[in-house]
């Protein structure tokens, strides 16, 4: 079985798959096929638990090809600790695509964290919808990440050392300085 754990960014997806990488029977990968395109985007490995936040714009792709097959995992973040992180990256990465390349016409009298607060509701709504329909989902709140992570990890059927992920929880990978 696949697992998509999809996220807005900026919501501890990286520490999420470090936790993961202490799981034996599963491989887990972040933003492992980002740079790829057409059917090599979404062609994971069989048993891949997979963090990426560009994957809320491949949620057709990824309904086509995964399905109810799946299990999804809504990953979030406290909303403004989220706009706040973004907001120390106005200039680069997704915000910058989606300043520059989603929203077309005139930006630049657009505050960051507004820009930054639209992104993350966008981003939300489209997962939110993608899952409405979706037999195995879970909701997982960064803030009660020790709590989350040993539900999905039950529900997952994880083997492996559970006491090692939680323990990855207490470092915080890719944080905006």
Same mark, same amino acid.
């Given at each position: 079985?696949?697992?998509?754990?999809?996220?807005s960014g900026r919501c501890g997806s990286s520490t999420f798959i470090e936790a993961c990488r202490h799981i034996s029977n599963y491989k887990a990968g972040h933003e492992s096929l980002s740079h790829l395109v057409g059917d090599a985007r979404l062609n994971y490995p069989a048993n891949h638990i997979e963090a990426d936040n560009r994957l809320s714009w491949f949620l057709g792709r990824l309904d086509?090809?995964?399905?109810?097959?799946?299990? *999804?995992?809504?990953?979030?973040?406290?909303?403004?600790?989220?706009?706040?992180s973004f907001v120390k990256r106005e200039s680069f990465g997704i915000m910058k695509a989606y300043r520059d390349g989603v929203l077309l016409g005139e930006t630049a009298t657009i505050w960051a964290d507004d820009?930054?607060?639209?992104?993350?509701?966008t981003v939300d709504s489209n997962i939110r919808?993608?899952?409405?329909?979706?037999?195995?989902?879970?909701?997982?709140?960064?803030?009660? @990440?020790?709590?989350?992570?040993?539900?999905?990890?039950?529900?997952?059927?994880?083997?492996?050392?559970?006491?090692?992920?939680?323990?990855?929880?207490?470092?915080? *990978?890719? @944080?905006?300085?």
């Open positions: 079985m696949n697992i998509f754990i999809l996220n086509r090809k995964y399905g109810d097959d799946a299990f *999804y995992v809504h990953l979030t973040r406290e909303p403004q600790a989220v706009i706040n820009l930054a607060s639209d992104y993350l509701e919808l993608f899952l409405k329909d979706k037999s195995r989902t879970m909701r997982f709140q960064l803030e009660q @990440a020790q709590t989350d992570f040993k539900i999905f990890w039950e529900r997952i059927g994880a083997e492996g050392d559970l006491e090692q992920a939680l323990a990855t929880w207490d470092t915080h *990978y890719n @944080a905006s300085s």
